[in-house]
């Protein structure tokens, strides 16, 4: 049961425990827009490096779901996210290591590498157990509206982040944005301590492969639709500088500002008309978006591009989410989170070397059309699942 029926007290309670989802985003956001072209043009690695070492740690963050899951839903979400921000500190210091290793390019690139193996494990606690908390204090009946805010704390903090990470770089160097992710780490330790925890639910708990198997065509659409993302959060910056134009990190801040607009405009819609029909239409949008990006004749039209893209991705985590949730008891509710959430890590994972692939072999303006059509097919696969929802309410009851 929520702590208070009043909606303004729900919000600010939701927003109370998702603001250490926008710490844990925060330490991933300051080295978004710096690493691709630090890999790249200091340590001398291809544009397939570049975009693993962005990938890398969606691909720690999917590998540990499931250990996450349990924790959430055996131990608690509040001693998930304190984990997940402990692991966010130890980034830090691999972060400070690499920076000081730069002039060994290949040890240096290992540093970097661990740490984002770390911070990815950390993410899968810090977000998910955020949202599990979250959850756990206002009711389920407020899914949505935990997701969508969690949603809005992680890319709001990207958005903050990246150009912060450039600054801080232009001005003092690659070693600050260690010393800020541990700062970060520790301050978001404080506020979590004297927290008080959800409670956790008893109940049967599924094995994680039968709650992934019933969450499995949701989070393909996801999957789909976050290639667009990852896309511009990796490449951006290469793909500016390919065509000579400034300011690559607003691109990235506009992504996030129309992200987070078009979830407090439009957050409420998932429960008046369905999280399929959110979907359906946030999809075509992102599509639109990665178009123009892919024709962008100037860096106007790509910030266009970028906020469109933003503004359609928006809603596509939460509209399929409460679907996806829905398909479990409350039990296994962190591991619904977990194993939904672990497809935009696969997403994200493999998006980094196959884009940069894509890149490589017919310029960075075609990693722009690949995304669109991975959106599109994430579309058609909404209508789908639309489609059967409905056959389903409306199919005549036995008896």
């Known amino acids: 049961m929520p702590d208070s029926p009043r909606p303004l007290a729900v919000t600010l309670q939701v927003v ?23 890999v790249h043009n200091e340590l001398g690695f291809s544009a397939v490096v570049a975009g693993l070492v962005i990938s890398v740690q969606y691909l ?24 997940g921000l402990l692991g966010c500190g130890m ?47 206002v ?21 903050v982040g990246a150009p912060l990470g450039v600054l801080m770089v232009k001005q003092w160097g690659l070693w600050s944005m260690g010393v800020s992710i541990i700062l970060l780490a520790v301050i978001g330790l404080l506020l979590a301590w004297p927290k008080r925890a959800a409670p956790i639910v008893s109940g049967v708990r599924l094995p994680f492969l039968q709650v992934l198997g019933k969450v499995l065509p949701h989070g393909s659409g996801l999957a789909l639709g976050s290639i667009g993302f990852g896309t511009i959060a990796t490449f951006i ?36 008309i369905g999280g399929f029909r959110v979907a359906i239409v946030c999809l075509s949008v992102e599509t639109l978006g990665l178009l123009m990006l892919w024709q962008a004749p100037t860096a106007e039209i790509a910030l266009a591009g970028a906020a469109l893209s933003g503004f359609g991705f928006s809603l596509v985590f939460p509209a399929l989410g409460v679907e996806a949730v829905n398909q479990v ?71």
């Open 91 to 137: 980034s830090g210091v691999f972060m400070l290591a690499c920076a000081f290793l730069s002039h060994l390019p290949w040890l240096s690139l290992s540093c970097l590498l661990i740490g984002r193996l770390v911070l990815g494990s950390a993410e899968s606690l810090v977000g998910s157990g955020s949202i599990g908390w979250g959850i756990g204090r």
């Open 60 to 83: 720690a963050t999917l590998l540990s779901r499931p250990t996450a899951s349990r924790i959430i839903d055996n131990l608690g979400s509040k001693k998930a996210v304190m984990y």
């Open 329 to 399: 008891s409350a039990a296994n509710r962190g591991a619904a989170v977990g194993a939904y959430s672990l497809f935009i890590d696969l997403s994200l994972g493999i998006t980094g070397p196959l884009v940069g692939a894509v890149a490589s072999g017919f310029g960075f303006a075609s990693m722009f059309l690949f995304a669109a059509a991975a959106s599109c097919c994430g579309l058609v696969l909404s209508l789908y699942l639309y489609r059967q929802a409905r056959r389903l309410r409306d199919a005549p009851r036995p008896g």
């Open 139 to 159: 009711g389920a009946q407020n899914t949505a509206k935990v997701i969508s805010w969690n949603g809005i704390a992680s890319y709001g903090a990207l958005a």
């Open 237 to 272: 910056t290469l793909y500016y500088a390919s065509r000579d134009w400034p300011s690559a990190a607003l691109t990235l801040s506009l992504f996030g500002a129309s992200f987070i607009c078009a979830r407090l405009l439009f957050g409420n819609l998932i429960n008046r």
């Open 16 to 38: 109370s425990i998702v603001l250490f989802t926008f710490i844990g985003y925060l330490n991933i956001g300051i080295p978004l827009a710096v690493l691709p072209g630090y």
